[in-house]
């Protein structure tokens, strides 16, 4: 039955259903509703923006980890209702029980991002002459770890079940505590710095060892180096390839994603609690060329493709961070194959020729002609290490 022309104009003139138009803040407060928490310093405002949840941001009691508050001049606006569902969801998640803050008896500072869960109870870190707290640390640490698994997560493209968990990070003021979780959720009696792969990965740290002594710099690519060997190990898989041949991947990895977001290397895959090792300062692009460039030089794949990460030397530890920087610069498609690969425990010869279609005379070569061509055949002087 055709409607009335009359009836539908009425229809549509109608109001629906009762609702009050949203309040639209005023200028105060840029039209949101909500002003940024006075609580925060504006540079850790942006970092605490860019993470899940931090246990700080959700103790503070003017916002509650919402990082906003209520604008005080006008009724509300657009970003009011959000706020608030961020502060009830930031107030659930601190309720829930932290198994560290019960076993210690006291609170801790947590971070949690895509990748991973941090914790931390040091103060007065030193980067230079000044003086870092905990909490700034872990926010910058986040940030550039997240960095690094964003740039490994393009190269390698997980699906959403592809990591099988978060990997959690611990940096502690004494080494007591250090020692006492170690026991306790590692069941290790180690002295240094400490890691498990693989199922469920977990670092811890004592800040204060005769390795790091606090240096806040370190320490940071020290996380980001071992949150890559952490995420590796549990992609696809959860297998260690670096106690199974693969240790140029393991390593070679580990070493490109820090040098990517620190422009140096400071971390070598072995014991640093010795001498720490080195090779050429951590800046290794003409060191490499120049060692690669050698008239008659024997062949480094046959050896390196099959070494642990364990055992390698800080020269072969360049050399595989230069292998796997060949590999992202030409046919970064083929690194998910070489990483599941390997934790089926295909050898490197055999990768190399059914993903590159090369044989390691061929692969050496082409690789070496890339870094003559590729690598500065000098470079500023590195930082003091
Ligand atoms: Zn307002
Ligand atoms: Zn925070
Ligand atoms: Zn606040
Ligand atoms: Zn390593």
Not at 225 to 246: C, K, P, R, V
Not at 254 to 277: L, S, T
Request: glycine share 8%; charged share 25%; hydrophobic share 40%.
């Amino acid at each position: 039955m055709p409607v009335p022309a009359l009836l539908l104009g009425l229809a549509v003139a109608a109001p629906p259903a009762q609702e009050p138009a949203a309040p639209a803040g005023c200028r105060h407060c840029d039209h949101r509703g909500v002003v940024d928490c006075p609580a925060h310093e504006e540079d850790l405002l942006a970092l605490e923006q860019e993470v899940l949840f931090c246990s700080a941001a959700a103790r503070c009691p003017d916002c509650g980890g919402a990082l906003a508050v209520p604008c005080a001049r006008c009724e509300g606006g657009p970003e009011t209702a959000a706020t608030a569902a961020r502060r009830e969801e930031a107030a659930a998640w601190l309720a829930r029980e932290d198994p560290l803050e019960a076993f210690l008896g006291r609170p801790l500072v947590r971070i949690e991002t895509e990748h991973f869960r941090f914790v931390t109870d040091a103060e007065g870190l030193k980067r230079g002459k000044k003086r870092i707290d905990g909490h700034r640390f872990l926010h910058e640490l986040a940030h550039d770890a997240e960095r690094a698994a964003a740039l490994l997560d393009g190269h390698y493209r997980p699906g959403p079940k592809d990591y099988r968990a978060r990997m959690r990070l611990w940096f502690w003021n004494d080494r007591a505590t250090h020692r006492e979780v170690m026991r306790c959720f590692l069941h290790s009696g180690a002295e240094g710095d400490f890691k498990m792969l693989g199922h469920e990965p977990l670092f811890s740290v004592w800040c204060f060892d005769p390795s790091f002594q606090g240096d806040e710099p370190s320490l940071r690519s020290l996380g980001v180096h071992n949150g890559i060997h952490m995420l590796l190990s549990n992609l696809f898989a959860e297998i260690w390839i670096g106690d199974q041949g693969a240790g140029w991947l393991d390593s070679g990895a580990a070493h490109w994603y820090e040098e990517k977001v620190f422009a140096q290397v400071r971390h070598y895959c072995i014991d640093e609690a010795a001498v720490p090792p080195n090779w050429n300062g951590g800046v290794w692009r003409a060191a490499v060329r120049e060692r690669l460039g050698r008239r008659d030089d024997p062949m480094v794949l046959p050896t390196l493709l099959t070494r642990q990460t364990g055992a390698m030397t800080p020269e072969e530890m360049a050399l595989a961070w230069s292998f796997y920087d060949w590999l992202v610069a030409t046919v970064p498609e083929t690194l998910a194959d070489f990483l599941r690969g390997a934790k089926q425990r295909e050898g490197g010869r055999e990768l190399v020729k059914r993903l590159l279609g090369l044989d390691l005379i061929q692969a050496e070569r082409t690789w070496r002609a890339w870094v003559a061509e590729t690598y500065p055949a000098r470079e500023k002087k590195p930082r003091r290490h």
